[in-house]
């Protein structure tokens, strides 16, 4: 009876300081994600809080921390730019309920069956597309639809940075605080005792203010101004097939990224580890609300969870009180996100994209597998000049079609003519698909040019799995080499009709 006061007197000591870790890095995080998603920077925040105070109670991974991710801002922003922000709680809520279903039909491990090149690819199309709609954002400038307009209109941005006072301004205090993001990691132990997002963004804030500097800043409200609760109409937005493909995006790319990112943190410590079909439960309840209030939706994130591990958290409790903070910041100190620069959140975002992409992997995965690093490249690339569903679509019809070619090996051996009968023996073993199919029809073919009496022994002992294109094809081939001369299937399997 009296262990378990000291245990939880314990773990409090641990969680508590942690959960100031992790609300110190969300905050500037929760706010940047929001503004670059085109909605009021407060639904990013109810979507923390609701991260949190809801997600965080329920179990899945107990260290893993839920909120507004950089790694669906693209998305979210297309869809408040196509369907009206209106919208975005009952697409939000549509894919909390997906997830529902998903995780109560214990779906939560095939997630675990994704590609990694595939999601790889995902988080650096989306990186991208993010860093290039931030660079506009940083130097308060706004930016065209579409990944490659955005490309394609830099040379332009910086044209009319390098014209503009105001803007030069901007950009300066966005790039300052990517550098402050980039440097941060070297300083001493002592100084990084501040998590470099918040470091960053007041050191911007304050620079800002101190030289009265003209540029754009957070705009803030109350957080019960910003919450919609969903209408009629908004429900009547399901009978559109535009949004119910979003939510359908938004519940499988914030569930894979949710699973992938607990499996990295399950790596990052020695506790408990997650429960897949669980987790996918606890963000599918958490996207519900967050719909309901017409708020971000979430996912697990990576940063704040291993900065929560890092911390010294050993329970859920750490997670939650993340989210008491940032209700009670909300809630006392609104106004202080008005003295916010939107360049630096920009800058934060910035840097937060080009983490999201795998550069000094792909090298390494070059080497290794060149299949899977072309499914990483073309994956992202087709997420800048496409979209990210179709993009994602893309990258694993790839990474099925490898799979296929990579498992239909087949060895071809013709051995040299029998000199007793002159029987020319050809020999297959592995697996006989319409992948090998090409291959297996040169090698028949070219038996033609032997003499027309010379039979010609085929064996397929060896064969482990023969599809029935394969199957229609050696019988084609020994029914046109009879005409003229002897040929002979051993061991051919019996493919169903």
């Given at each position: 009876?009296?262990?378990?006061?000291?245990?939880?007197?314990?773990?409090?000591?641990?969680?508590?300081?942690?959960?100031?870790?992790?609300?110190?890095?969300?905050?500037?995080?929760?706010?940047?994600?929001?503004?670059?998603?085109?909605?009021?920077?407060?639904?990013g925040l109810i979507t923390g809080i609701v991260g949190g105070l809801v997600t965080g109670l329920m179990p899945g991974s107990s260290l893993q921390v839920s909120g507004p991710a950089a790694g669906l801002t693209v998305l979210v922003l297309a869809a408040v730019q196509e369907h009206g922000l209106a919208a975005l709680g009952v697409i939000t809520a549509t894919a909390g309920l997906l997830q529902l279903a998903m995780g109560a039909a214990r779906l939560g491990r095939l997630f675990r069956a994704i590609s990694v090149s595939v999601v790889q690819g995902m988080l650096a199309g989306i990186g991208l597309v993010l860093i290039a709609g931030q660079l506009y954002s940083l130097a308060d400038a706004k930016g065209p639809a579409g990944g490659i307009a955005k490309l394609a209109g830099l040379p332009g941005l910086a044209?009319?940075?390098?014209?503009?006072?105001?803007?030069?301004?901007?950009?300066?205090?966005?790039?300052?605080?990517?550098?402050?993001?980039?440097?941060?990691?070297?300083?001493?132990?002592?100084?990084?005792?501040?998590?470099?997002?918040?470091?960053?963004?007041?050191?911007?804030?304050?620079?800002?203010?101190?030289?009265?500097?003209?540029?754009?800043?957070?705009?803030?409200?109350?957080?019960?101004?910003?919450?919609?609760?969903?209408?009629?109409?908004?429900l009547a937005a399901l009978g559109s097939a535009g949004v119910l493909g979003t939510a359908l995006a938004f519940a499988l790319i914030a569930s894979a990224e949710s699973l992938f990112s607990a499996a990295a943190v399950d790596r990052l410590h020695e506790g408990p580890r997650t429960d897949y079909d669980?987790?996918?439960?606890?963000?599918?309840?958490?996207?519900?609300?967050?719909?309901?209030?017409?708020?971000?939706?979430?996912?697990?994130?990576?940063?704040?969870?291993?900065?929560?591990?890092?911390?010294?958290?050993?329970?859920?409790?750490?997670?939650?009180?993340?989210?008491?903070?940032?209700?009670?910041?909300?809630?006392?100190?609104?106004?202080?996100?008005?003295?916010?620069?939107?360049?630096?959140?920009?800058?934060?975002?910035?840097?937060?994209?080009?983490?999201?992409?795998?550069?000094?992997?792909?090298?390494?995965?070059?080497?290794?597998?060149?299949?899977?690093?072309?499914?990483?490249?073309?994956?992202?690339?087709?997420?800048?000049?496409?979209?990210?569903?179709?993009?994602?679509?893309?990258?694993?019809?790839?990474a099925v079609l490898k799979s296929a070619w990579d498992t239909s090996h087949l060895t071809i051996a013709v051995a040299d003519p029998d000199p007793a009968d002159g029987t020319v023996r050809v020999t297959l073993i592995g697996n006989a698909t319409?992948?090998?199919?090409?291959?297996?029809?040169?090698?028949?073919?070219?038996?033609?040019?032997?003499?027309?009496?010379?039979?010609?022994?085929?064996?397929?002992?060896?064969?482990?799995?023969?599809?029935?294109?394969?199957?229609?094809?050696?019988?084609?081939?020994q029914e046109r080499h009879n005409r003229s001369g002897s040929a002979e299937l051993v061991g051919l399997p019996v493919v169903a009709a």
């Open positions: 009876m009296t262990r378990r006061p000291a245990l939880r007197l314990s773990t409090l000591r641990s969680d508590l300081p942690a959960s100031v870790v992790v609300f110190l890095v969300a905050l500037p995080l929760c706010v940047g994600v929001a503004v670059a998603s085109g909605v009021p920077a407060e639904l044209l009319d940075v390098a014209r503009s006072p105001q803007a030069l301004a901007a950009a300066a205090i966005g790039a300052g605080t990517v550098a402050v993001l980039v440097l941060w990691p070297r300083l001493p132990a002592r100084a990084r005792l501040v998590p470099a997002p918040l470091a960053a963004v007041a050191l911007a804030t304050a620079v800002t203010a101190l030289l009265d500097l003209s540029v754009a800043r957070v705009r803030v409200a109350g957080l019960l101004d910003v919450v919609h609760l969903p209408t009629g109409s908004d669980r987790e996918l439960l606890a963000q599918g309840v958490g996207n519900t609300v967050c719909g309901f209030l017409g708020a971000l939706p979430m996912t697990a994130v990576i940063v704040r969870s291993a900065a929560n591990v890092q911390a010294g958290a050993r329970t859920k409790a750490s997670r939650v009180l993340h989210g008491v903070w940032l209700l009670l910041f909300a809630a006392l100190f609104p106004a202080a996100l008005s003295a916010i620069p939107l360049a630096a959140l920009a800058g934060v975002l910035v840097h937060a994209g080009a983490k999201l992409v795998p550069l000094r992997a792909l090298r390494p995965l070059w080497r290794a597998d060149r299949g899977e690093a072309a499914i990483l490249t073309v994956t992202a690339v087709a997420i800048v000049v496409t979209n990210l569903l179709e993009g994602v679509l893309l990258g694993l019809l790839l319409f992948l090998r199919l090409p291959r297996l029809l040169e090698t028949l073919e070219s038996l033609a040019e032997l003499p027309a009496d010379r039979p010609v022994r085929l064996d397929l002992s060896g064969v482990r799995h023969l599809d029935h294109a394969c199957h229609s094809a050696l019988e084609q081939w």
